[in-house]
């Protein structure tokens, strides 16, 4: 598994479980009978144990994978060094937070310790079968335009921060939805750069048919 996939396992791991956590709060609460406190404490813990792992997939978006993680540890350790010991307020819910956040801190540093990022393989040239010449370009709705406009100006990817579900994100401008770009690129009129991983985004650009139908 490579180091891009064991980050994206975990992102996706950790926030399950938070996400199941505040789920059994929420049914606990309509529940006299359930202890509220264990599962108040779950929740703490869980939310904690997966903030540092959504905090690097947002630093990974703008900074890569490599910078974005030492980013993230970087962060990590210095909060924990500032915070060294366990809480000390007088408020057992602010040491409860706050040793949550450490436990959670620890266990990103010991998952992402000695991960090697190493560069994309580059993959094989294979030399592309030349594209058809386009005929007459088919009409298209305005919903269908705006997502090729949004495709060739707007550095659109097809992006996976959880598994199993992939997400629509740009470089800049409107985003168009998930379902248009996959109808497009289902038309041809757009493709897919399979050579990088979804965790990283995978760029969506226009074919020559897109370009013939947008100019049309």
């Not at 602010?94 to 310790?113: I, K, M, P, Q, W």
């Not at 897919?192 to 074919?207: A, H, K, M, N």
């Amino acid at each position: 598994m490579t180091a891009t996939e064991t980050i994206a396992m975990y992102t996706a791991l950790t926030l399950g479980k938070a996400a199941t956590a505040r789920q059994r709060l929420t049914e606990g609460l309509a529940n006299r009978s359930v202890h509220l406190t264990s599962l108040m404490e779950a929740v703490l813990a869980a939310e904690a144990e997966a903030a540092p792992w959504e905090r690097l997939a947002k630093c990974i978006e703008r900074h890569g994978v490599r910078e974005g993680l030492a980013r993230q540890r970087e962060e990590a350790l210095e909060v924990l060094l500032q915070y060294g010991g366990p809480g000390v307020s007088t408020s057992l819910v602010t040491n409860a937070a706050r040793n949550a956040e450490h436990d959670g801190l620890r266990r990103f540093l010991a998952h992402t310790e000695g991960l090697e990022i190493q560069d994309e393989p580059t993959p094989e040239t294979v030399p592309a079968a030349p594209e058809p010449e386009p005929t007459q370009a088919p009409e298209v709705t305005p919903a269908q335009k705006r997502t090729l406009i949004a495709i060739r100006d707007n550095g659109v990817q097809l992006q996976e921060f959880k598994v199993g579900r992939t997400t629509v994100g740009v470089e800049c401008g409107d985003r168009p939805r998930k379902d248009m770009v996959e109808w497009v690129i289902s038309q041809g009129w757009a493709q897919v750069d399979t050579s990088r991983s979804l965790f990283q985004g995978r760029p969506v650009t226009l074919t020559a048919t897109g370009r013939h139908v947008l100019a049309s």
